[in-house]
Nanobody
Framework: VQLQASGGGLVQAGGSLRLSCVAS????????MGWFRQAPGKEREFVSG????????YYTDSVKGRFTISRDNAKNTVALQMNSLKPEDTAVYYC?????????????????WGQGTQVTVSS
């Protein structure tokens, strides 16, 4: 599975961005998917995950109510809609394909990673 993330950019606090990740390979529809982020000087952290059939969705507490993850298995895409962005959301965002159908928040449970897309939120 190869992953290509896009949609990052510079936005003012309170604004919105929509990240998209396109996957190649037949395994996509069987894999849980996740979004992680890494800010300068910090460890990579889990942001959101979605199971293969969208029945299970997870968010880290800091983005609950602001971010929405979704997937379209017919198009091999997973998206992260980010609203009410805050400066602390600034990071490189990565999409990843999990080893299992239901993802976890542990990066070691993800086998395939996209290249990352920069999100910068100005105050």
């Amino acid at each position: 599975v190869q992953l290509q993330a896009s949609g990052g950019g510079l936005v003012q606090a309170g604004g919105s961005l929509r990240l998209s990740c396109v996957a190649s390979g037949r395994m996509f529809s069987n894999n849980g998917m996740g979004w992680f982020r890494q800010a300068p000087g910090k460890e990579r952290e889990f942001v959101s995950g979605i199971s293969w059939n969208s029945a299970n969705i997870y968010y880290t507490d800091s983005v609950k109510g602001r971010f929405t993850i979704s997937r379209d298995n017919a198009k091999n895409t997973v998206a992260l809609q980010m609203n009410s962005l805050k400066p602390e959301d600034t990071a490189v965002y990565y999409c990843a394909a999990a080893l299992r159908a239901v993802p976890s928040g542990n990066s070691r449970d993800y086998r395939y990673w996209g290249q990352g897309t920069q999100v910068t939120v100005s105050s």
